[in-house]
């Protein structure tokens, strides 16, 4: 008895869970007003914002992640990126990786080169290159000089995930939690706590991309 009464507790906390955790991304989809946009991101975290909120997919940068250094070098001459063939390299840790002029692609979520190449072609089409946003995470080489020349990119909307606290950049955003270590985890992985939440959700990337400045967009939502 004792046994079935836990199990009937987890199972109906885990729906409470679940059920809480799809109106937390309804409410943040209601919020949204910008909905024709483009995201540049280093890694998944751009492709998570457009999942969550229900939108198709503005942007090359998606399911594949890049060193932070060829993120910001791409970022500093985008259309002439954006021109360039993809040419297939060895494959890394079992996944594809292509070169766009001289940025190395990880195709991380893809099971052919020919498949991430297709994607890439076919998303880049779509940017909206007058509603960009950028953003980047302290990770994958990224060094205090990256962020650096980060800042310096001249785009208006850009906010890169860091794991302590640069003041000294408008366009960082402190992430707590990974302090202890040499650079952030995976944000979209989730943190151990009652409500379902990732670390992503404690940046306000609504607000982000409604107002474009990553300062309205510390704290969560």
């Known amino acids: 008895m004792i046994s079935y009464l836990k199990r009937l507790c987890s199972c109906t906390f885990d ?3 679940m059920t809480e ?3 937390y991304k309804l ?5 949204l007003k910008n909905r024709d946009f483009t995201i540049l991101a280093s890694n998944c975290n751009g492709a998570f914002m457009y999942y969550d909120m229900g939108l198709r997919y503005l942007t090359p940068t998606v399911n594949l992640s890049m060193g932070m250094d060829d993120f910001v070098k791409m970022a500093g001459n985008l259309r002439w990126y954006m021109e360039q063939e993809i040419k297939e390299q060895e494959p890394e840790n079992g996944y594809p990786v292509g070169l ?6 990880h195709f991380v ?3 052919t080169f020919e498949e991430g190449v297709r994607k890439w072609e076919e998303r880049k089409k779509r940017i909206n290159w007058d509603n960009l946003f950028l953003v980047g995470t302290e ?3 990224c060094t205090y000089e990256t962020l650096e020349r980060f800042e310096e990119l001249p785009y208006k909307n850009k906010v890169v995930f860091t794991h302590v606290d640069y003041p000294e950049f408008s366009s960082a955003c402190y992430i707590r939690g990974f302090e202890e270590k040499e650079e952030l985890g995976v944000l979209t992985f989730p943190k151990k706590q009652m409500l379902r939440r990732r670390w992503l959700d404690d ?9 474009g400045s990553p300062k309205t967009g510390f704290g969560g939502d």
């Open 109 to 111: 979520h893809y099971k």
């Open 21 to 23: 955790w799809r109106l």
């Open 27 to 31: 409410r943040k989809r209601s919020r």
């Open 203 to 211: 940046f306000d990337y609504v607000s982000f991309l409604n107002h």
């Open 100 to 105: 766009l002029g001289d940025i190395r692609i």
């Open 139 to 141: 990770k994958d080489g």
């Open 15 to 17: 729906m409470f869970r």
